[in-house]
């Protein structure tokens, strides 16, 4: 049971240049989120998904995009990378009790240069 | 427009005395309350939480202390031990909503 994982740990990207940062689950759980964690700034949500099948805004959600892949699996794609987008990015899923606690994954470190 | 604020980015703390960590929310809708830990290079784990029904939730050396009226909630560590060194944040979520809003959080230092 792995919990929460992310791919990559680590990236280095270019302005302009796009990825794709990896997220999966296998908790069985509804609800999966984007978060962004930096100085000062605390875990911002990018984007989550409530249920496979649905995508909604968080508060810093442009220049990113998601897709719900399937129950487990939750991507997230910056299409031209910024370096205003160097952060640490943690993705998460809940429990599916109303009050479910959410689980983190290890997170990756990205670069814009 | 910060909705979940802990206004202490850092605490130092003696081994064995407590460590409180405070938050603050505006958001009168918010009913249910978390804390995180965050190690460096890990991701934060879940380590108490509260709803707005209770005013105090303990769980070992964690208690959390909720006052709805001040719109205040805190964390108690006692007694604090090296290991408890870390980042806490505080969350909050509420009605239906499944998405929480965290604080910026509070480094934890606990010197032997």
């Known amino acids: 049971n792995a919990g929460v994982t992310q791919t990559p740990k680590f990236q280095v990207l270019k302005t302009g240049q796009s990825m794709t940062l990896q997220c999966a689950q296998d908790?069985?759980?509804?609800?999966m989120y984007w978060y962004r964690q930096d100085p000062g700034m605390g875990l911002r949500l990018i984007y989550y998904?409530?249920?496979?099948?649905?995508?909604d805004k968080g508060e810093v959600p442009n220049g990113y995009n998601v897709s719900r892949l399937n129950k487990r699996e939750f991507s997230l794609r910056l299409e031209s990378a910024a370096p205003s987008q160097t952060s640490v990015y943690f993705c998460?899923?809940?429990?599916?009790?109303?009050?479910?606690?959410?689980?983190f994954g290890p997170g990756t470190r990205l670069t814009v240069l | 427009d910060q909705q979940v604020k802990q206004n202490s980015p850092s605490l130092s703390v003696q081994e064995g005395r407590i460590s409180i960590l405070n938050c603050d929310y505006t958001?009168?809708?918010?009913?249910?309350f978390l804390w995180y830990k965050k190690y460096p290079a890990e991701g934060p784990t879940f380590l108490i939480s509260?709803?707005?029904?209770?005013d105090k939730n303990e769980d070992g050396r964690f208690t959390v202390f909720l006052n709805k009226s001040a719109k205040h909630l805190s964390l108690h560590i006692v007694p604090s031990q090296p290991g408890d060194s870390a980042v806490y944040f505080c969350?909050?979520?509420?009605?239906?909503?499944?998405?929480?809003?965290f604080g910026t959080g509070t480094r934890l230092q606990v010197t032997l």
């Open positions: 969350a909050a979520s509420g009605g239906t909503a499944s998405k929480l809003t």
């Open positions: 908790m069985n759980h509804n609800s």
């Open positions: 998460a899923s809940r429990e599916p009790r109303p009050r479910g606690e959410q689980f």
């Open positions: 998904s409530a249920s496979e099948g649905t995508t």
């Open positions: 958001n009168s809708m918010f009913d249910y």
């Open positions: 509260i709803s707005s029904i209770k």
